[in-house]
């Protein structure tokens, strides 16, 4: 097994630089995971993975073998480089360097009654992980970025995904881009805006459904609200009149699945 143990390893600073910065990624088509359930989660998956580095002062044998089922280069790093790639403390001294998905509408393989969540320029990346860690709860079909402000592989999305980043499908576009890939293909879109509005509960989401979510700061774009096929609110009885977006989204969505039947 090959071992490196050098934090100026062309290779680990390479590695470091793909952690740092969402060009390289896209310019690699690679990205950087850490952690046991991340890496067992992308396989599931079906992201190819090419290059495991374990920390043997970390890592259990026994948990390196649980993820031992495919073919890929293995090397052996010492704790101070595993200390330099790694962002956690708690991630079983396992990093893996994997190969990105397109994220392109045409992609997406829909049910005949889908589910799905498209939030608009989520800025905050631990807002995008909590996001997917809630459509994975749901168990929606697809989540849809629209006017994406990050790089969906930024290793903090990632990581606040909990790996949830690999276990529902994934796109992007702009806001023009998914109203129009969601008319086409018959898809109810229910804006969360205050606009012209009506309560969420009242609304039927047993057909084919998108449910759309804003930022708190400046919520959808007009396009929405424009677009929909009706604007919903969640009723609001404290004193403010936004909500984090992953928990409006975590409202929305269960209540649709609710409506069918879980």
């Known amino acids: 097994m090959k071992q490196i143990t050098s934090v100026q390893n062309p290779f680990i600073k390479s590695l470091a630089h793909l952690q740092e910065k969402a060009k390289i990624r896209k310019q ?21 993975i090419e290059t495991i580095l374990i920390c043997n002062e970390l890592c259990q044998l026994s948990e390196f073998q649980k993820i031992r089922k495919s073919e890929f280069q293995v090397i052996e790093i010492s704790k101070e480089v595993y200390q330099k790639l790694a962002y956690r403390d ?20 829909l049910s005949k009654n889908p589910l799905i969540l498209v939030g608009e320029a989520i800025e905050k990346p631990g807002n995008v992980g909590a996001i997917l860690r809630t459509a994975d709860a749901a168990n929606v079909d697809a989540v849809i970025i629209a006017n994406p402000k990050s790089d969906l592989y930024n290793p903090n999305i990632v990581r606040s995904s909990v790996g949830c980043l690999f276990t529902r499908q994934i796109a992007t576009g702009t806001t023009e881009e998914v109203i129009a890939y969601l008319k086409a293909n018959n898809i109810n879109i229910y804006s969360a805006t205050l606009q012209d509005s009506t309560e969420y509960h009242t609304q039927n989401y047993t057909t084919p459904t998108a449910l759309v979510v804003g930022t708190e700061a400046t ?18 009885q404290g004193v403010i009149d936004s909500m984090n977006v992953s928990v409006a989204a975590a409202i929305l969505l269960f209540e649709a699945k609710r409506q069918r039947g879980f």
């Open 219 to 236: 919520g959808l774009s007009e396009k929405w609200r424009i677009e929909s096929t009706k604007n919903i609110i969640i009723p609001m």
């Open 90 to 109: 708690t991630t079983e001294g396992i990093l893996a360097v994997a190969k990105t998905k397109s994220l392109a509408l045409s992609e997406l393989k």
């Open 28 to 48: 690699t088509g690679t990205f950087l995971m850490e952690g046991q359930r991340e890496i067992e989660l992308a396989l599931k998956g079906g992201y190819e």
